[in-house]
């Protein structure tokens, strides 16, 4: 069975600061790996999605890579800014069709 | 672009009584919709599969009769809490694939139930 875990659960940083958010996941056969972000109360907003044939992608100020053989992903955000607060979600699916197992998330707060 | 949009966002209602909750893809046709529920500082939980014209496909642990979902047309599913209790207080949130190989999944914004 496919577990996901994030780490840190909860990280406080000024603004400005570039900041690393980590995933792992235990089991490497998988399709792909998406980046969420989730404000309080809110649905999800994908970030980015990586394929398993991929080693990472970009948008703006976020990096993603993925390690699948490590079974790691990491997400980057450069220059971080109070809006940047959110829980970041990563989750990993099994092939095309399936859907999505998440870890807990990460709570991020950006202090101005 | 890939809009999901789920409708009641919030919704109070008291114990005994059925609720029901839309999710709609507006701008693509989804095949499958998944269900998910997700509980305070916990990972979303999927609840159920749903494939348009056919039965959903629970998870273990997830009673189909209590969590009734229907799948009728290619860009709407409805999840109905029946028989609602303070225990099902939660966050349910839909997702939609557009199709394609990517696999990727677009999310609704979410339904806050409160069930007094």
């Known amino acids: 069975k496919q577990e996901v875990t994030q780490i840190p659960a909860a990280l406080s940083v000024p603004e400005g600061e570039n900041l690393v958010l980590n995933c792992s996941f235990t089991d490497s056969a998988i399709y792909n790996l998406q980046w969420f972000r989730q404000d309080p109360g809110k649905g999800l907003t994908s970030l980015l999605l990586i394929q398993s044939s991929q080693r990472e992608q970009t948008s703006g100020r976020l990096n993603a890579s993925l390690d699948k053989s490590s079974g790691r992903s990491t997400l980057y955000i450069a220059a971080s800014q109070p809006g940047d607060s959110a829980t970041y979600l990563c989750a990993v699916s099994a092939s095309g069709y399936s859907t999505l197992t998440f870890g807990k998330g990460t709570m991020l707060l950006v202090s101005p | 672009g890939a809009v999901v949009s789920q409708h009641p966002s919030r919704v109070i209602c008291k114990s005994g009584t059925s609720v029901k909750i839309e999710c709609r893809s507006l701008?693509?046709?989804?095949?499958?919709m998944f269900w998910y529920r997700q509980f305070p500082k916990k990972s979303l939980m999927l609840m159920a599969t749903?494939?348009?014209?056919?039965?959903?496909?629970?998870e273990q642990g997830v009673e189909k009769d209590k969590f009734l979902i229907n799948h009728a047309s290619l860009t709407l599913s409805t999840l109905t809490v029946t028989s609602a209790h303070p225990e099902d207080s939660s966050f349910y949130i839909c997702?939609?694939?557009?199709?394609?190989?990517?696999?990727?999944?677009?999310f609704g914004e979410g339904s806050r139930l409160t069930v007094l």
């Open positions: 997702s939609a694939s557009k199709g394609g190989n990517t696999g990727e999944l677009f």
């Open positions: 749903s494939n348009e014209g056919s039965k959903a496909t629970y």
């Open positions: 701008d693509f046709q989804a095949t499958t």
